[in-house]
């Protein structure tokens, strides 16, 4: 069945860095779309970023530009957000979910980012 | 930017009842609106997209509607599981945006 797992989450300190993965199975991931969305406790979800199904193109929002960078392996079906300078914001469960035109149809469980000194 | 406000904010209703939802873009103008639904502890799951297709698998009790800055989702008898919050969401300019987000509890 169509799937989505991230990893990576954990508990860092400020300015420090940390890279999620999110690895598909079930369908042909070289031909979708990505997203990173992420929510913090309490408020709604936020998108992070996007990459195209061949990564020739790459999308971010305002407050993570400069300091984080999506990729992707299509030979290992995962997609990757590198996350550099984390700032306590950036706090939240991070989600890797699949693209369609408008909208994102397949989600994966999320992977907690706790930012604290 | 583009801001999404969603209309309550929250609400509590019983079972059989009507719902509707409304999301108003402040700005822009689009079909491409989306609706979701997230149970606490859980992921974001898509009820409706292209402001009015029903995602496969989806009960029939949901549906949506609206053009240019106005869309609206209505649930048309409430159920316990539909005890959640909803999101709708445009995309532009290659990224999701998200309303605030509007809590239905059952009576």
């Known amino acids: 069945q169509e799937q989505l797992v991230e990893s990576g989450g954990g508990v860092v300190q400020p300015g420090r860095s940390l890279r999620l993965s999110c690895t598909a199975s079930g369908f042909n991931f070289r031909t979708y779309g990505m997203h990173w969305v992420r929510q913090a406790p309490g408020k709604g979800p936020e998108w992070v970023a996007l990459?195209?199904?061949?990564?020739?193109?790459?999308y971010y929002a305002d407050s993570v530009r400069g300091r984080f960078t999506i990729s992707r392996d299509n030979y290992r079906n995962t997609v990757y957000l590198q996350m550099d300078s984390l700032r306590d914001e950036d706090t939240a469960v991070y989600y890797c979910?699949?693209?369609?035109?408008?909208?994102?149809?397949?989600w994966g469980q999320g992977t907690q980012v706790t930012v604290s000194s | 930017a583009i801001q999404l406000t969603q209309s309550p904010s929250s609400l509590s209703a019983s079972v059989g009842d009507r719902v509707t939802i409304t999301c108003r873009a402040r700005?822009?103008?689009?079909?491409?609106l989306a609706w979701y639904q997230q149970k606490p502890g859980k992921a974001p799951k898509v009820l409706i997209y292209g402001a009015s297709t029903l995602q496969s698998g989806v009960p029939s009790r949901f549906s949506a509607g609206g053009s240019g800055t106005d869309f609206s989702l209505t649930i048309s008898s409430l159920q316990p599981e539909d005890s959640a919050t909803y999101y709708c969401?445009?995309?532009?300019?290659?990224?999701?945006?998200f309303g605030g987000g509007t809590r239905v509890e059952i009576k």
């Open positions: 979910a699949r693209r369609q035109r408008s909208h994102a149809d397949l």
């Open positions: 700005q822009g103008f689009t079909t491409a």
């Open positions: 990459i195209w199904y061949d990564a020739s193109d790459k």
């Open positions: 969401q445009q995309f532009i300019n290659f990224s999701l945006t």
